[in-house]
């Protein structure tokens, strides 16, 4: 009962309505178009772009998720001295609110003010303040940023519970073979991580593609459209626009590339 009422339920009433010419400023007039929110919205040139943006920014932050969330896993992982310490500091950034590190990074990065700024000014690499938010392709780079330094404690945790889970029998082995750090971590190491970077892989997929808060708080979907991902699109559609149809025509639309990618990602693995 209880998922019927608060899933069953939204999803039926989203797809009447997105079959529906939806607009919030025409109260009176919703006229039955069946799939042409879809089509509309398909073909108009901001979802192309979003899409287009979507993908870069999800390739980008996946790759950066997975190389630098394996290297810190390897450094949780050994001997270090103080590593127990940094097991418990390294969630502190994930345990933060989305919307409170969008804005923490939107200080950090400010144009007349911002703490990089002053760091890079002062060490000389830079001569003036650098407006990382006005400009497309830093935004770009900084919407990254931001997200890596959400994320990547969690994709650290999840490489380090596989890391403990491979025998040490394996490394020893390998050593008196005359093995090296880079071919123990070629064919022992990400071999039996394979699952792991799978599961990682698929869920940042999904949380890269639905990010908002950040967005909504750090850039606003620009400059421009430089940094109007999917979800800042179908926002965009529903609560600027007020065009109820096409929003939720485009919502439904990235539910179903999210589950697809989903889908595939683990159909690629049988435990």
């Known amino acids: 009962l209880a998922i019927a009422l608060f899933t069953i339920y939204p999803i039926l009433y989203a797809a009447r309505i997105s079959v529906y010419r939806y607009i919030l400023t025409r109260p ?4 039955f178009v069946g799939l042409q929110n879809f089509r ?18 999800t390739v ?4 950066v998720l997975l190389v630098f969330g394996l290297l810190v ?3 949780l992982n050994s001997k270090v001295r103080m590593a127990y310490v940094l097991r418990t500091f390294i969630l502190w950034p994930w345990a933060i609110p989305a919307a409170v590190s969008g804005l923490l990074w939107k200080w950090l ?3 007349d003010f911002g703490a990089l700024n002053g760091l890079l000014y002062m060490f000389g690499l830079i001569t003036k303040y650098i407006p990382f938010l006005a400009n497309p392709t830093l935004a770009k780079i900084s919407l ?12 650290a945790i999840f490489f380090l519970a596989g890391l403990q889970l491979i025998p040490n029998e394996l490394y020893e082995a390998a050593k008196i073979d005359g093995g090296g750090a880079w071919s123990t971590l070629r064919h022992i190491t990400l071999p039996l991580l394979r699952p792991t970077i ?19 708080v750090l850039t606003g979907g620009g400059p421009g459209d430089a ?3 999917i979800s800042w699109f179908a926002y965009a559609e529903i609560f600027k626009s007020l065009n109820l149809g096409h929003g939720i025509a485009l919502s439904l639309i990235i539910a179903a590339i999210t589950l697809v990618l989903s889908k595939y990602g683990l159909a690629k693995y049988t435990p």
Do not use: G
């Open 60 to 63: 980008s932050v996946l790759v």
């Open 109 to 111: 990065l400010n144009s």
């Open 144 to 155: 990254v940023m931001a997200h890596v330094w959400k994320e990547i404690p969690l994709v």
């Open 28 to 31: 009176k007039d919703r006229p």
């Open 73 to 75: 896993a390897l450094l």
């Open 40 to 57: 509309e919205v398909i073909t108009s040139y901001y979802f192309h772009n979003s899409l287009r943006i979507t993908a870069i920014y």
């Open 198 to 216: 799978l599961v990682v892989t698929v869920y940042e997929t999904m949380v890269a593609i639905l990010t908002f808060d950040e967005i909504y």
């Open 227 to 229: 940094t109007a991902l």
